[in-house]
Every structure is written in structure tokens, then in C-alpha cells.
């Protein structure tokens, strides 16, 4: 079900993190290395980026494969950023609105996206939609299980953010948060979540692979479903963990499994 990456560092081509690594975004459409669920990842893709000195990230998403937008490539190849989220999606069911249930998901100056699957969907997690306010719940962008998700994560974000808050830690509580309440509702759920903020990076590892480089020296922090490259300093976090980062730091927070 799905890859995707999130990046924070130095600005770079576009293309220079999803399209040129060996084994990058592009590549694991057709063929990932470590997927344990689904093998092709062609039920469309986003990506969405962060221009200097605006907080408020641009996206680009299409309901096709990635490799057959060759606008894309042109893009890819002159965008430049500091900060991206991206993924490539294997739908959970076929639906009506495939480029909108495309990630990244966004709001204010949040990207979003979901690997995995709700269990039961939809009538596992009916109570949990009923509780969001009706607004947000007409504001859904697609009517899929990654859409609902985000929807239950960005109510969690608009409720901790504080002034002088630290946003990681923000990021990090509203996903420990979500993934609490979902796993409660439907416990055989998939529910590997990342976001950004164009700052941090907040991500968790709920029965899929999460990987993670650091390299402090150059400032920069990649988080992903699996490497794109076979650099060694690639790490994988264990299952059932919360991960929060910056350009520089990136800490892993166990996260305690419900009883079903």
C-alpha cells in the first residue's frame, strides 16, 4: 500500500530526490524493495514542496502512474526546495476520485500522506468520523480511508498547535494521537502516517517500513517507506514507533499497541 518520503536540507532539484536515486519514488512504483503489502504503485502520485520564505507548500498530483506524466520530469528536473513530501499510491479499492485521494493531503502549511489501510473500512471507524465537526467533515478531499485519516490528523494538529509551541512535537503528538484512536477502532489497521510542516517531520511505523537518513554535517533528514539508495547510513525504525525530525535531529518514541 503505497511509498512515500518526506525531506528537509539544502534546496535540490525535485527530481534529484524522487527521480534520479536508483531505487527512488519513481522506481518503487513498478518495483519496491521492501513493500509488504501490494507490488505496483500506480494508482496515481503527488508530490508537494516548500518555496523560500513561504510557509503555505504547492502540490502537483495526478490520478496515472508516475511514470507516464512526462510533465512531470520537466517540473522534477527545475523545481527547486528545502523541504518536500511525496508518494506514489496503490489504491485500498478502486474509487471515484483517484487524483484527490492522491498524497500529499494539505491544509494551511501542512503536507500529509498515509501509507496502509483501515480495517473495516468504512463502518470500523464510523464513531470516530460522527465526532468530527461536520465542517471538517464536508471538507473531506476524497472519500477514501487516507482522506478520513487526515481529516482526524489535522483536527488533532489545529487543537495542539500553541504559540511557541515546538512544531515537531506537535506534528508528533496529533499522529500518536491518531494512530492511538484508530488502532482502538480498527486494530488490524496499516497506519504508517507522515507530515511536515516544511520545518519538521513527524512520521510513524505501524505495520509497514519506515526508514530514516540523517546527515547532520550537511543538514539534512530524509524519511521514507524504504531507502533509494543503498548509502549505509540508512536505519530502519522498528515497528510500532513514532519518529519526529528536523534538519539536524530526529528522535524514536515507542508506541504502546492497544489491546484489540
Known sequence: MCRHIAYLGAEVPVGELLLAPEHGLYRQSWAPRRQRYGTVNADGFGVGWYAPRDPTPARYRRAGPIWADPSFQDLARVVRTGA??????????????????????????????????????????????????????????????????????????????RPGADGGAALGEALAGTVAELAAAAPGSRLNLLVTDGLSIAATAWGDTLWYLVDRPAGRTVVASEPYDDDTRWAEAPDRTLLTASRTDLVLTPLKELPP
Open 84 to 161: 518536500l513530501l511525496a508518494a506514489v499510491r496503490d489504491a485500498t479499492e478502486p474509487g471515484a476520485d483517484p487524483e484527490a485521494a492522491s498524497a500529499p493531503f494539505a491544509s494551511d502549511h501542512w503536507l500529509f500522506s498515509h501509507n496502509g489501510a483501515l480495517d473495516g473500512w468504512p463502518r470500523s471507524v464510523v464513531p470516530l468520523a460522527e465526532a468530527l465537526p461536520a465542517a471538517e467533515l464536508l471538507d473531506l478531499p476524497a472519500r477514501c480511508d487516507s482522506a478520513l485519516v487526515w481529516a482526524l490528523v489535522r483536527h488533532r494538529l489545529r487543537g495542539t498547535e
